[in-house]
């Protein structure tokens, strides 16, 4: 057996692999993040970061990060682009959408995850892995191999690691490829909106969108659907620009080229042993919506204190499968409500008909909220058991004494909040909090929270808040 280099390697230092790296960190966890490309992906799109992550983000205290880097736009209109005002009656303080370019998403968490701690190593990449009894072996392209307790595959859509473990990845396949890049267009910029506005009802797939002076994104579809090994050129964008306008506005100086599919898949298994994966690795659907990062990064706030707590030896048996159980069905939800809104974009009629039928039925506020609080996944309730509505659903940041409730998670650590100022964490006080406060915005006695912010049980009884501490926190 030999020395673990760390606890946790996780492979892949995206926004899903950093996330984790950090959330490892609050539990003192020593953890490696290795990552093929030796400097950060090009493609600045702007990605959208929604209220559960934004909550996510501010119970760690990194939303003032964020928002710096970020513009805030309304919680609206991302439902398949249907462009409809935000609902009014969010249970938020939060209850907006943050636009980031990606690179800085990923750079800030990146930081995030140093600052606590994580070792993260550019431009090594994962090519085997082999677990045993006592850990897991991962090989890397140049150099020794690496040995830990846990790996974690966080190596985005093609996972390697999800192909090494063989875990099926069922869906339907891309059928349609979309070219993006940013460049520069001779063509006056009036010409360029005449010229789109004459096409926008038949091509909901064609954007050029200024992004500084004579810059533009450009969105395209591409003529075929490829693998994606090969980079697209900028002859691509120009052959498909002419092909649906009639003209190719003089596109040149390309910043970067990129190419994306609407490929939807969901690993079957989220852990094999003592390897497990998140994010792009364990689902993959069309950006339409702006989910994926959100999921990536919420999977990792789901799993973090969960195998913190398993490598340290308090977890109780289940305690890590139940990462699978709640983040699974979340995924196909995802994948679902991403294929209902593909569908809704098509050109054909019939899609169009529904279209315009929902647009209609938007107008009805809770209908509105709803597909909005899907988006945002502020509505999701992990199965806990039998209980009032608010048992394994996230709590918003309510007002407590001194402050504010997300401030008192930002350690990753459960959290009791005691209204009837009476209970208890006796024996778990090293890994779960007390707020006794009487006057913390609930309407029910008590609430135990997890390290997630998730609502693990609700009651004023000692004796079944013991049992639910043992149930969540071990014995
Ligand atoms: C056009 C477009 C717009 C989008 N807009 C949004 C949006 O608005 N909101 C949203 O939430 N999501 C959006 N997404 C989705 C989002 O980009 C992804 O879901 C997100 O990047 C997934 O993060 P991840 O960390 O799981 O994987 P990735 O970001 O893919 O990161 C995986 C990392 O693993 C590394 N890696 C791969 N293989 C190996 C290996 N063998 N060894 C070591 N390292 C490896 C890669 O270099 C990479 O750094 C969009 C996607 C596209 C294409």
């Not at 009894?133 to 307790?149: F, K, M, Q, S, Y």
């Not at 620009?241 to 898949?265: K, Q, Y």
């Not at 995924?331 to 409500?337: S, Y």
């Amino acid at each position: 057996m030999h020395t673990p280099h760390a606890d946790v390697v996780i492979a892949g230092c995206g926004p899903t692999g950093a996330m984790l790296a950090a959330e490892l960190r609050l539990h003192d966890i020593s953890v490696i993040v290795l990552d093929k490309d030796t400097e950060p992906a090009p493609a600045s799109r702007i990605v959208g970061l929604h209220i559960r992550s934004l909550e996510l983000m501010a119970m760690r205290g990194l939303l003032d990060r964020v928002l710096h880097n970020g513009r805030r736009r309304p919680a609206a209109g991302f439902y398949a682009a249907i462009p409809k005002p935000a609902p009014t009656g969010l249970d938020t303080p939060y209850a907006y959408m943050v636009g980031i370019p990606q690179p800085v998403i990923n750079r800030l968490l990146a930081d995030h995850a140093t600052e606590n701690g994580a070792h993260i190593r550019p431009g090594h990449t994962v090519t085997g892995l082999h677990q045993d009894d006592h850990g897991v072996t991962v090989e890397l392209a140049h150099g020794e191999p690496l040995r830990a307790r846990h790996l974690v595959g966080c190596d985005g859509a093609h996972s390697t690691v999800r192909k090494l473990l063989g875990v099926a990845f069922p869906g339907e396949p891309a059928r349609n490829d979309t070219l993006m890049g940013e460049m520069e267009a001779d063509t006056p910029p009036e010409e360029i909106t005449a010229t789109l506005a004459r096409l926008r009802d038949h091509h909901q797939r064609l954007w050029l969108r200024p992004a500084g002076p004579g810059l533009y994104t450009v969105v395209v579809p591409a003529a075929t659907v490829t693998d994606r090994t090969e980079p697209p050129t900028l002859d691509d964008f120009r052959r498909q620009l002419h092909a649906l306008t009639g003209t190719d506005f003089g596109v040149h100086s390309p910043r970067w080229l990129s190419r994306f599919g609407d490929a939807t898949r969901l690993a079957d298994h989220y852990r094999v042993g003592r390897v497990l994966l998140a994010g792009d690795a364990a689902h993959v659907h069309p950006p339409i919506g702006g989910q994926g990062l959100n999921l990536g990064v919420q999977d990792a706030v789901n799993l973090g204190w969960k195998l913190a707590a398993h490598i340290r030896g308090w977890a109780p048996d289940t305690l890590l499968d139940t990462y699978h159980a709640e983040r699974h069905p979340v995924a196909a939800a995802v994948l679902d409500n991403t294929r209902a809104q593909m569908e809704l974009s098509a050109a054909e009629p019939g899609p169009q008909a529904v279209r315009r039928l929902l647009t209609e039925l938007m107008d009805i506020d809770a209908v509105n909220r709803r597909l909005i609080e899907k988006i945002t996944a502020i509505d999701i309730r992990y199965d806990f058991g039998e209980g009032p509505d608010l048992l394994g659903r996230r709590i918003p940041d309510i007002d407590v004494k001194h402050g504010n409730l997300y401030s008192l998670l930002r350690h990753g650590r459960g959290l009791l909040i005691d209204r009837t100022e009476r209970l208890t964490t006796g024996g778990w006080s090293d890994r779960v909090d007390h707020l006794a406060d009487p006057t913390a915005g609930l309407d029910v006695p008590s609430v135990l929270l997890r390290p997630d912010g998730h609502v693990a049980w609700i009651g004023d009884d000692q004796r079944d808040l013991d049992a639910h501490l043992a149930r969540w926190f071990g014995r």
